[in-house]
T-cell receptor, first 113, second 111 residues
């Protein structure tokens, strides 16, 4: 049974629109992460959280916001989507800050037209 | 500035051969080095990891060799199988607490 789930799995958005990507984990991990994956850039950290109510900026936070309302849920918000944000987004959870294993969700493929 | 570098970008070996994937890093404070693998249209998953207190970590056909002085590590896959065909990411964690990923090596194992 998948411990990290993401929704939606695929999303087509229009430029300037608002997009919310959701992540849920049943691992009871304190830490959660949002990455994007693009050809030629590998996995890049957008935002992360080390518990409910906390969010931190990762390496490429511009244009993104994050929300961690509970231990289980971590959302990534694109207030004004742009075509450059077309990518595959992965959520992950971990039980040790960056040191333990990170468990990845299945990914969300976002296309911004 | 890429803090974790991987080479080669792509690698093809025959079934049964040993594949060697290389990784180097810049920050001497990095203290945890996981390797993730990712199959097409799937998410990354932890394969094997090492901490600098060791210079070798083995798990079945997969072995990490670690050279702290040269800031290099390599992943050796012995008796490569077609099912090993995937993209392999080297990552590193330092005192910032974040995992930094390399750009990956795509391995193709030909039957």
């Amino acid at each position: 049974e998948a411990a990290v789930t993401q929704s939606p799995r695929n999303k087509v958005a229009v430029t300037g629109g608002k997009v919310t990507l959701s992540c849920n984990q049943t691992n009871n991990h304190n830490n959660m992460y949002w990455y994007r994956q693009d050809t030629g850039h590998g996995l890049r950290l957008i935002h992360y959280s080390y518990g409910a109510g906390s969010t931190e900026k990762g390496d490429i936070p511009d244009g993104y916001k994050a929300s961690r309302p509970s231990q289980e849920n971590f959302s990534l918000i694109l207030e004004l989507a742009t075509p450059s944000q077309t990518s595959v987004y992965f959520c992950a959870s971990g039980d040790d800050w960056g040191g333990g294993e990170q468990y990845f969700g299945p990914g969300t493929r976002l296309t911004v037209l | 500035q890429q803090q974790v570098r991987q080479s080669p970008q792509s690698l093809t070996v025959w079934e049964g051969e040993t594949a060697i994937l290389n990784c180097s890093y810049e920050d001497s404070t990095f203290d945890y080095f996981p390797w993730y693998w990712q199959f097409p249209r799937e998410s990354p998953a932890l394969l094997i990891a090492i901490r600098p207190v060791s210079n070798k970590k083995e798990d079945g056909r997969f072995t990490i060799f670690f050279n702290k002085r040269e800031k290099k590590l390599s992943l050796h896959i012995t008796d490569s199988q077609p099912g090993d065909s995937a993209t392999y990411f080297c990552a590193a964690k330092g005192n910032t607490g974040k995992l930094i990923f390399g750009l990956g090596t795509t391995l193709q194992v030909q039957p």
